[in-house]
């Protein structure tokens, strides 16, 4: 059975800034990759480090082909040991380097969670000096990988002030996204959506770009119910609001791309024009970006509402291996249609 969040062989197609940019057709995994490399050419701060990221080039060859190009001073396989990997991150960032972290499976950034909150994230604060530093690896679900490496730990970092979190859900996106975060100045939690890896492919531009964290993207427009999402949801969205539309239903659906900072102009102001809010989202309910959105629109954009603001989520519970669990417990275009025509009733 397919998994139900998104569609087979999915291309997403974007407007790129200039028509005239050559371009190719690439997957998220392998615009990711490009990111790093065109990084570490431009720029010789740059180096990686991670477990299995060299010679085996990374559990899902992300980084395939990179020792071979920049040698092993710049892509150094390390040991099994997370804090390690964040700590040798955080004290090359405070010497002038630019370093690229992978965890191997973004679950696994919790041993090196008192790092990167307590030490990486607040040493602009502390100091004055900022601590440049990407962590990237691959999250959520759809992959039968089951407790420990199908996890969407998102919100442990959206809370923490002085980092920022990323979770892009288009090949374009991964790359300019990534880019944009190796040249920020202060720490990035970076997540690559697993099962976009090789799901995924859009037109990404050979020539040098990035796209700016904490801005928001309206996937397709619409005026009677905005949907609000990121990551491998995105498609959820997409596939829901095309069903809605044969229904006569105008869905708008806004990609996140970063949650911290959070872009509230693009969904406040979407809000304003539907009167209506779904928060989808592939993390846990209790206390997921849903929770921070919906508080936002209360606070500000109360007159605006028409209806109650929903948000459809994972259930409180660890991630099932089971794939027939797994598929329950993952958000779907099913369980999504059933919350926007609830909406559309009021």
Same mark, same amino acid.
């Given at each position: 059975? #397919?998994?139900?969040?998104?569609?087979?062989?999915?291309? +997403?197609? $974007?407007?790129?800034?200039?028509?005239?940019?050559?371009?190719?057709?690439?997957?998220?995994?392998?615009?990711?990759?490009?990111? @790093?490399?065109?990084?570490?050419?431009?720029?010789?701060?740059?180096?990686? %480090?991670?477990?299995?990221?060299?010679?085996?080039?990374?559990?899902?060859?992300?980084?395939?082909?990179? +020792?071979?190009?920049?040698?092993?001073? !710049?892509?150094?396989?390390?040991?099994?040991?997370?804090?390690?990997?964040?700590?040798?991150?955080?004290?090359?960032?405070?010497?002038?380097?630019?370093?690229?972290?992978?965890?191997?499976?973004?679950?696994?950034? /919790?041993?090196?969670?008192?790092?990167?909150?307590?030490?990486?994230?607040?040493?602009?604060?502390?100091?004055?000096?900022? *601590?440049?530093? *990407?962590?990237?690896?691959?999250?959520?679900?759809?992959?039968?990988?089951?407790?420990?490496?199908?996890?969407?730990?998102?919100?442990?970092?959206?809370? =923490?002030?002085?980092?920022?979190?990323?979770?892009?859900?288009?090949?374009?996106?991964?790359?300019?996204?990534?880019?944009?975060?190796?040249?920020?100045?202060?720490?990035?939690?970076?997540?690559?959506?697993?099962?976009?890896?090789?799901?995924?492919?859009?037109?990404?531009?050979?020539?040098?770009?990035?796209?700016?964290?904490?801005?928001?993207?309206?996937?397709?427009?619409? /005026?009677?119910?905005?949907?609000?999402?990121?990551?491998?949801?995105?498609?959820?969205?997409?596939?829901?609001?095309? *069903?809605?539309?044969?229904?006569?239903?105008?869905?708008?659906?806004?990609?996140? !791309?970063?949650? %911290?900072? @959070?872009?509230?102009?693009?969904?406040?102001?979407?809000?304003?024009?539907?009167?209506?809010?779904?928060?989808?989202?592939?993390?846990?309910?209790?206390?997921?970006?849903?929770?921070?959105?919906?508080? =936002?629109?209360?606070?500000?954009?109360?007159?605006?509402?028409?209806?109650?603001?929903?948000?459809?989520?994972?259930?409180?519970?660890?991630?099932?291996?089971?794939?027939?669990?797994?598929?329950?417990?993952?958000?779907?275009?099913?369980? $999504?249609?059933?919350? #926007?025509?609830?909406? $559309?009733?009021?």
């Amino acid at each position: 059975m #397919a998994d139900p969040r998104i569609s087979g062989g999915v291309t +997403l197609t $974007l407007d790129l800034p200039e028509a005239s940019r050559a371009s190719a057709d690439l997957f998220y995994l392998e615009a990711i990759r490009q990111a @790093l490399s065109e990084e570490m050419e431009r720029d010789g701060s740059v180096f990686l %480090l991670g477990e299995d990221i060299g010679v085996f080039g990374g559990a899902f060859k992300v980084t395939e082909g990179l +020792l071979d190009r920049f040698g092993e001073a !710049r892509v150094i396989d390390t040991p099994l040991a997370e804090e390690a990997i964040i700590g040798g991150a955080i004290g090359a960032a405070m010497r002038g380097m630019r370093p690229v972290a992978e965890m191997q499976f973004i679950d696994f950034i /919790s041993r090196g969670f008192d790092l990167l909150t307590n030490f990486a994230a607040k040493n602009r604060y502390r100091t004055g000096v900022g *601590v440049p530093m *990407v962590v990237r690896g691959p999250s959520g679900g759809g992959v039968h990988g089951g407790p420990y490496h199908s996890q969407s730990p998102e919100m442990y970092f959206v809370k =923490t002030p002085g980092l920022k979190v990323v979770a892009p859900a288009t090949a374009y996106d991964a790359k300019g996204l990534l880019k944009a975060a190796i040249r920020d100045d202060d720490p990035v939690v970076y997540l690559e959506h697993k099962y976009l890896y090789r799901r995924v492919k859009d037109r990404v531009p050979s020539e040098d770009y990035i796209v700016p964290l904490g801005k928001a993207a309206v996937r397709r427009e619409g /005026s009677d119910l905005t949907i609000v999402t990121y990551a491998a949801m995105l498609y959820t969205a997409l596939d829901a609001a095309a *069903v809605l539309a044969e229904e006569g239903a105008s869905v708008e659906v806004i990609d996140l !791309r970063t949650l %911290l900072p @959070l872009d509230e102009e693009t969904i406040l102001s979407s809000v304003g024009k539907t009167s209506r809010c779904i928060v989808l989202h592939e993390d846990t309910r209790t206390a997921g970006i849903g929770a921070e959105i919906a508080a =936002t629109l209360s606070e500000k954009a109360f007159e605006y509402l028409d209806a109650p603001i929903l948000r459809v989520t994972a259930p409180d519970t660890p991630v099932p291996y089971a794939p027939t669990l797994e598929r329950a417990f993952l958000p779907n275009v099913n369980t $999504l249609l059933a919350a #926007a025509r609830k909406l $559309l009733k009021y």
